[in-house]
């Protein structure tokens, strides 16, 4: 059992409560409960003084912490990858206190069950030494690949956290979809989605549930399948796989919501990503037949989503 320990608040965990610091100081070793009962016994100390849970902590505050026994070790929580190169970040972007990356398409933000592999694990074993280990600021499904934005400090979590909810990140994605969908000009879905329990685990669907609004527009035209750009505008589950394919138009390779089947799956790219100030862009490395036409460059994606975002259209397309 460790004795009593002084803590400096570093800069990238200023802003923090007491207890969100301590639970992650403490990584889950001692229970909330009786991080809750140190600091009201005053065992817990910020500058020498008492104070709250919900107290703001500030760099290069000192924070006492009494003896406390810590786990046995175990296995490492490490993710278990096949080579070294499967442990890398593909960043796009990096600066102080913040990390933009290119998921892959295959990799879930989370290990869990049956993925042993997770982008916050590999995150964990990067800033390994690193007091306030970076925290995701949104996420994206196991099979979407794309831009996935990091936050290195806990002030950078919080101000993007306030975009979020304030509506000013906008995001678009890449899909290429079954059939002829009537979407030249941009259109916009407008749904309730909710989910339900099947026999192959929970989906979702549209009807009764929460408002799900989505603008898209058609790109190009094969002969039975449609590049089209999506742009939700509220972030339910799943809500552009299931709006899509309740119109008749499902993601190629998302057998869930009834799409053809391909052998790599989905394909569904968050291709691009801006909000006052910041803005970035990746393409997506889909392989032929479904490689973006040529004569969709780097400028002609973005001014098309710059027109699906500043020329929303009146047409409200409800589900057939």
Known sequence: MPGVQVWTV????????????????LVGAVPASALQRWIRTGQVRVNGSRAKPGTRLEANHR????????PEPGPSPAPVLDSPEDRLLDVVHEDHDLLVLAKPKGLPVHAGTGHQDGVAGRLAARFADHPWK?????????????????????????ALQDLWRSEKVRKTYLAWVQGRPSWREPALLRDETAKVRTGLGEKMRVGAGKPSRTLVRTLFQSQDAALVLVAPLTGRTHQIRVQLATR???????????????????????WHIVWPGQEFHLLPNWPPPWALPSELSVEALSEATRDLAENRPNNDISAL
């Open 63 to 70: 924070v006492r912490v009494p003896p406390h026994d810590l």
């Open 10 to 25: 570093s800069e990238p965990e200023a802003g923090q409560k007491l207890l969100q610091f301590l639970q992650r100081r």
């Open 248 to 270: 008749g138009h499902p993601l190629i390779g998302d057998v869930k919501y009834g799409g053809p089947p391909r052998p790599g799956g989905m394909l569904l790219h968050a």
């Open 134 to 158: 970076p925290a995701l600021a949104h996420r994206l499904d196991r099979d979407t690949s794309g831009l996935l934005v990091v936050a290195k400090t806990y002030a950078r979590l919080q």
